[in-house]
């Protein structure tokens, strides 16, 4: 299954869960009205002796209401409660945000790790937060990529060596890509409001309510006996709110697991974590009071439960681990070795040319030679920017940067804008950095930007705007706006909307017809962008038959970067399994003259990073010429 069928199958499961939800709430209001039918007649003895029970249809639409309006109110909460996304659910286990290993090797490790598969996926770098428990588990949770987060236990960092830990958080990051921590998301707002119900139990048992109820003739009993009840009912929901969790979750946990070995080419890693989880006494359980919740997003599971094979949210540990290595022995890991960080290989004899499909391939579905290509990535930046890259401050100065011209006289007043407008700290740090800056290569620039968005995710609403604002004036300081600063500034405005402002995609369009003009619009400043080109219909002409729709060449004159801007954004809300040929023609199209330069490739990532299509570093870029 690929990216795009992975996308619309997490849509279909989304459907599901609706589905799976009105059922038990419905359940649940059958069970609460026959509740109060029964205590509304438990003192009555002829009534129950003649089977002619009270109950009345007004009561039963109040008891109906009441019932709907709890669940609705707990769910809406719960919904708002998580509107930051992952950083919400981090929150929940008590997670602290790692910016640094420091002198932790474990901790560098890990935040080594996710670096370098967020880049050889061409995700923004999530933030890494660390979880105070023993176990070994790992989370990846968000609505989207611009929001994610990847959450790891202190038991998983001293208890796994680098390729078990790679395996992990390739496992995570097959959730992010694939849309399943958008799902799990929403599971734990929805499913919430079904444990409303123990709640007001809870309430009408407290100590303080049951004396002073109990006091009142004949009106204790029966208030008891509602709270005793709903409790009980709460619990059911309970029960179903965990039978939906585990008839989700199971099988995209096999998924990703295949997933996690695709992209490492590395069996061991994953199925070493399983073992590892095996013959380690605290195991994989989160012991935390809101692990219940999120027991449906860990790596393995988080909690015990009862009826375990019927109610658990991940498959046994034996049977993911010989669907890995069909040839295990049986006997788990009781010890790790925990070896130092691995050097990476230089990759300039490795490189290959352009493929358009593989290039497409890799969408959601990275491998080893992109993780590959993302440590040489890491190791050819110049080490003062990636250290800068970690720290709010030094952030937006390494923000700054990759936005400054070579042209002396721009630059001039893109550094006036600056020490006008940006923080005097920032400022300082963008001056300090720019003799390292200056011997940054183009195609090193996006992966830049991957690497600062967790620091940037960590400034204040007023710090982001005044951010936006400076990146803005940044990229229009000459009066006109390359391809090259459009894409990079759609990048980091794409991702910081979505943590900032929540925007995000939806499902509107299920046909290219309703698209056209958008089509069109995109293609054609695609096409018109290489100047070397004698004939920038080729491409063009090329795309507007794969996608069989009738488009002609928008003149460069009406190309002007917001109609680019409102384009993109719409094609952002195609359906999932309509993007792979829409991307396909993008590539085409850079590709008809049989020269791809780096700011090609990058333009075409920056267009499919907006259609929430994150496309992996394209190998081609490291040996191109401009």
Known sequence: MDFFESQEVARRNTRLLIIFFGAAVLSLVAMTNLLVLMVANYQNSHAIASGSYYYSWTAFFAVSGFVLAFIALGSLYRIV????????????????????????????????????????????????????????NAF????????????????????????????????????????????????????????????????????????????????????????????????IGQFFGNLIKAAVSRQREFLADASAVQFTRNPEGISGALKRIGGYAPGSIVKNRNSEEVSHAFFAQGVKVMLGGLLSTHPPLDERIKRIDPRWDGEYLLRTAISTEPQAEDLAASVSGFDADQALRGIGNPG?????VARNIIRSMPAGLTEAAHEPYSARAVTYLVLLTTDPLVRGRQMELL?????????????????????????????????????LRQLTTDQYRQFRQ?????????????????????????????????????????????????????????????TRSSDSRVGFDYARRLLDIEITLVAKGELRLSVIDDAIDKLRDLAPLK????????????????????????????????????????????????
């Not at 734990?188 to 407290?206: D, H, K, P, Q």
């Not at 080893?368 to 590959?372: A, E, L, V």
């Not at 792979?580 to 049989?594: F, G, S």
């Open 419 to 455: 020490a006008q407008s940006a923080d005097a700290t920032v400022f300082a740090r963008v001056r300090q950095l720019l003799p390292t800056a200056d011997t940054l290569s183009p195609e090193m620039r996006l992966p830049l930007l991957e690497m600062v968005m967790p620091a």
């Open 368 to 372: 080893p030679s992109q993780i590959d």
């Open 579 to 626: 993007k792979p040929k829409l991307l396909k023609a993008c590539v085409a199209i850079i590709t008809a003259d049989k020269v791809v330069s780096p700011v090609e490739a990058e333009l075409v990532r920056a267009i499919a990073d907006s259609l929430d299509c994150p496309m992996p570093p394209l190998l081609s870029s490291f040996t191109s010429s401009e």
């Open 470 to 530: 400076n990146i803005d004036a940044l990229i229009a300081a000459d009066q006109k706006i390359t391809l090259s600063e459009w894409a990079l500034g759609k990048y980091i405005r794409h991702h910081l909307e979505e943590a900032f402002e929540g925007r995000k995609g939806r499902k509107r369009f299920s046909r290219y017809s309703q698209v056209k003009r958008e089509c069109a619009i995109v293609f054609s400043m695609l096409a018109l962008s290489d």
């Open 140 to 235: 990846a949770a968000g609505y989207s990529t611009g929001d994610a987060v990847i959450g790891v236990t202190e038991g998983a960092i001293s208890n796994l060596n680098r390729e078990q830990l790679q395996g992990v958080i390739a496992h995570e990051f097959s959730h992010v890509l694939n849309g399943d921590m958008r799902l799990n998301i929403r599971l734990m707002g929805v499913l919430y409001g079904i444990l409303m119900l123990a709640i007001v139990g809870r309430i009408i048992l407290s100590p303080h309510r049951t004396v002073r109820t109990s006091n009142r003739k004949g009106s204790g009993g029966a208030i008891v006996a509602i709270g005793i009840g709903l409790l009980v009912l709460g619990y």
């Open 81 to 136: 409660s998580l509107s930051k996304g992952g950083e919400a659910v981090a929150a929940m286990l008590g997670g602290k945000l790692l910016v640094s290993g420091g002198s932790d090797l474990g901790q560098q490790r890990l935040l080594n790790v996710v670096e370098e598969m967020a880049i050889a996926s061409g995700t923004p770098v999530p933030p890494v937060y660390l979880i105070p428990d023993d176990s070994i």
